[in-house]
């Protein structure tokens, strides 16, 4: 990855810019005169490219105009960079339109779907998310298993078989404990806590897990192998990490800080201090979901930030090289990741859309044949639409968050009714949709299920 290049100095360019009374009233009056540009929060590096506002002799000049409207914007943040200087934010009017929208989004003024709010649904819905988003963000630090294999150990509840599995499968259970401890205060053993069950059987020593690291460390590009990020000395983390705490706990500070950019910011710190060995871009993220819940952003729970993040995966990483080589400029970080938020509430929707378009379709079919419960609705319709998919008692009851007996009570009596057939393997019975399910649910009864 290519560093971006740092901002030219300021107050030289200042300096200029006010060496003439009269050219500043008119540059002033200009279009050029904002601390954005088209709407946008630009970095020096993209800046520097772009067409020069008419009237404006070059890019430093209007750098200079820029970084000038910036400073009424800039509040200084309690946390300090590994020299000591401190990081800022601004709230421009693109920040401050997002949160507004991602508010009225996650507040539930926008309508929720209903098979959110449905306990019928609801769980194979936080399931499926928690699922992804597990996958995902471990698949951003470096894990290489297939989605579909990882998706069913996490359903059938297998144990994993390589280390990429298990940092998938760990991941996935300190999300599952972050919920548990969403409404408690933030506390650095709490972080160790959610740091040992994300890394769990994945580090080389596993006393790290938990423990913050004793000794240097630096982020390398992973295709480049040039260092993008060095950690601040391991002996200011103790002080670092009970400061990020007081910070998620309104302790210590008079600072009014949103929610949402509060969560992104404890994702940003946490990432930058790099405390820990490994696994500090999964407790960065998790972090944020912690965050997001314990602000009362319940509906955060159905939402995979990294699956988002995956797609331009080079784009997250900017948006830190950004802060740091813009005079601990954060404003850049939280922009992009209200963005990758905005993109995963739409994903949200859309993706539940789809799924209650293949209820409905499943419900059509057999309008007229059994009064299948919602369990088995929901697996029909799956059936329908993964021709291929296998299912098991495990996994059918950690979907739906029921008994192994329920479970294969559902199963069974689609079996009897000729839409599943099994076979064993290993001794575990593997129930299969017929590949001609849906002609088979046109063609069923219209009695009840096999009691």
């Not at 009017?93 to 989004?105: A, V």
């Not at 499926?128 to 297939?146: D, F, K, M, N, V």
């Not at 979901?289 to 602000?295: D, T």
Request: a neutral charge; proline letters at 5%; glycine letters at 4%.
């Amino acid at each position: 990855m290519r560093i971006p290049q740092s901002p030219p100095d300021f107050l030289p360019l200042l300096s200029k810019l006010f060496q003439s009374t009269g050219e500043f009233s008119r540059i002033h009056r200009s279009t050029a005169y904002s601390a954005t540009v088209d709407g946008r929060y630009v970095h020096w590096d993209k800046l520097r490219h772009l067409p020069l506002p008419s009237g404006i002799e070059n890019h430093q000049m209007w750098w200079a105009i820029v970084q000038l409207n910036r400073l009424s914007l800039f509040r200084e943040l309690p946390f300090m960079d590994r020299s000591g200087s401190p990081f800022k934010l601004a709230l421009p009017d693109p920040l401050l339109r997002q949160l507004t929208e991602i508010d009225r989004d996650l507040s539930g003024r926008v309508p929720v779907p209903d098979q959110l709010v449905n306990s019928a649904t609801r769980d194979r819905f936080l399931m499926s998310a928690l699922i992804e988003e597990a996958i995902t963000s471990s698949q951003l630090e470096g894990a290489a298993t297939a989605r579909e294999v990882a998706r069913e150990m996490l359903r059938s509840g297998r144990s994993p078989r390589d280390q990429h599995e298990r940092m998938i499968f760990h991941n996935f259970g300190a999300m599952r404990f972050i919920r548990s401890v969403a409404e408690k205060d933030l506390t650095p053993e709490l972080i160790f806590e959610i740091h040992s069950r994300i890394t769990k059987d994945t580090l080389d020593d596993p006393r790290d897990a938990g423990t913050l690291r004793d000794c240097d460390i630096s982020v390398e590009d992973r295709l480049s192998g040039v260092e993008v990020h060095r950690g601040p000395d391991a002996r200011c983390l103790p002080l670092r990490m009970t400061r990020l705490c007081d910070f998620a706990n309104d302790k210590g500070t008079k600072l009014f800080i949103h929610p949402l950019v509060k969560a992104v910011l404890l994702h940003f710190f946490l990432a930058y201090d790099h405390p820990f060995v490994d696994g500090n871009g999964r407790t960065a993220r998790a972090l944020f979901y912690w965050s997001m819940l314990h602000s009362g952003y319940r509906l955060c729970e159905f939402l995979s930030i990294s699956h988002i993040l995956a797609k331009a995966p080079s784009k997250y990483s900017k948006a830190y090289l950004y802060t740091e080589t813009d005079q601990n400029d954060v404003t850049y970080f939280v922009l992009d990741q209200l963005t990758a938020l905005q993109r995963a509430i739409r994903s949200l929707h859309e993706y539940v859309r789809s799924k209650v378009a293949e209820m409905e379709r499943t419900q059509h079919l057999m309008r007229k044949a059994q009064s299948f419960n919602h369990r088995q609705l929901a697996l029909l319709s799956h059936a329908i639409a993964n021709p291929d998919a296998s299912y098991r008692v495990t996994s059918h009851a950690n979907s739906h968050q029921i008994t192994r007996q329920t479970a294969r009570t559902d199963l069974n009596e689609l079996v009897e009714m000729q839409l599943l057939w099994t076979e064993t393997i290993q001794k575990a019975v593997i129930f299969h949709p017929f590949h001609d399910i849906e002609e088979r649910l046109q063609s069923v009864g219209t009695k009840a299920p096999p009691s």
